[in-house]
């Protein structure tokens, strides 16, 4: 990889933080507490969920330490199984995994910013109203076995959106500098506003220490079922840390700062869930804190008055304008190695001339991104590829043991702590886990309440990567 070697340790840990911590912070403890109803399996499932996104950063420590190259799991699956298992991972990253996540995380920076910024709003005779919200019917776009696709609903939401996302692109096509100075700056304000929210509901006096330990009625009963609905929440509150390895080639002593920015990072962002988790529960009880709409709002509100929607709306713009810019600077370096390997477009693949970044990779997701945004699929794409994002991280794990037995020689600077236990503890959990969401996807469809299954579909997705495959691999072998 040409591209020069510009981030600090420093820069290298904000990305994990700041891909990591978005809006889910003052979201899912809502859904959380509603599917447990007990503060006490609330609180260990953002343990236990921090504890496994722990263990998937050190099975990547590893790899990225051993392979410092952009392109993260791409490159991975590249050594591990070969160029064709690599391009699929890399080629569903691009169509949507990474590209609708940025797409997810602008949106709801927008829709937050339009607190303060009073954004336009499409008026038409043949709106309708469904479920609260603006629908154009006769503007909708219908994909068959899927559903149908409005863009013209939030269109001042989706505009503000699409900004954001070229602006965040174009900062990073421009430098690498610049984007990781705002990363880090973004993050380090993210981390003060939440220390604020914290010490400030703690420390407000109108909280109850019952409310750790007092239980739901409502919750008894169905425990198991709320426990495996709350720990796939917070999994997706902890994901973003994979993102560091994406670009492992332009890390300073790559070696030695892979492993220690997921380290410091996953660390960081497990200690910010929990205490976040804990102040909610001070000053709502687990059944108040369930049938929030806005739990941060709602728990400011309690501990420092009426002002507290103007308060979460700056928070969430805040933390989420960060994720967004650590996931446009990591992500597109997957497509980009693709392109320099000359199984994506090649184009893609070459660094521009005068800023030294890998600008065409850069507006190609950035594009794709506002697509997304447009359309506003991206929430449905997503869930079915947090799917193949899980066989990513499982497949990876089980490298590890591949290459300690292919390549023992090898130099290794990081080894997985506590390896083989972590690892086998990581590899059954993941598989657990696909296991229970391929089950949850069927039962769902075959009950009528979800129009696919969205695990399969997500595959179905993925492979129909296979002709662009063979066609980029044709014309390598032409050149």
Known sequence: MSLSSKISQRSTIALVIGSVIGSGVFM????????????????????IAGLFSLFGALVYAELGAMMPENGGIYVYFRRLFGPFPAFLYGWSAF???????????A???????????????????????????RVFPHTAWHIPFIGDLYPLQDIGVKILAIVLVLLLTFLNVRSLKAGSYFQNVSTLLKIAVIAALVFGIFFSGKGELSNFVLSSAEGEGRWLSGLVAALTGAFFAYDGWINVSSMAGEIRDPQRTIPRSLWVGVMACVLIYVAVNQAYLYVLPVDQMAKSSLVASDAIGMALGQTSEAIVAGMIVLCTLGAINGNVMATSRITYAMGRDKVFATAIGKDHPQFGTPANALWLHGIWTCLFILTGSFDMLADMFVFITWIAYGLGAVGIFLLRRKEPHVARPYRI???PFVTLAFILFAFTYLIITLYSDITNYLDDKQPVINSLL????????????????RGEGRG
């Not at 403890?29 to 343990?47: D, E, H, N, R």
């Not at 169509?95 to 995380?105: E, M």
């Open 417 to 419: 702590w506590g390896h």
């Open 28 to 47: 899912k403890p809502a859904t959380m507490a509603a599917q447990l109803g007990s503060p006490l399996l609330l609180t260990a499932v953002w343990i």
């Open 458 to 473: 997500g595959l179905l997705i993925t492979f129909a990567g296979v002709p662009f495959y063979f066609i980029w691999r």
């Open 107 to 133: 949106f709801v920076c927008a829709k937050y910013a339009g607190y303060f910024i009073n954004l336009p709003i499409l008026e038409s005779e043949q709106m309708r109203i469904v479920d609260g919200v």
């Open 95 to 105: 169509s949507v995994i990474n590209t609708a996540a940025i797409a997810a995380i």
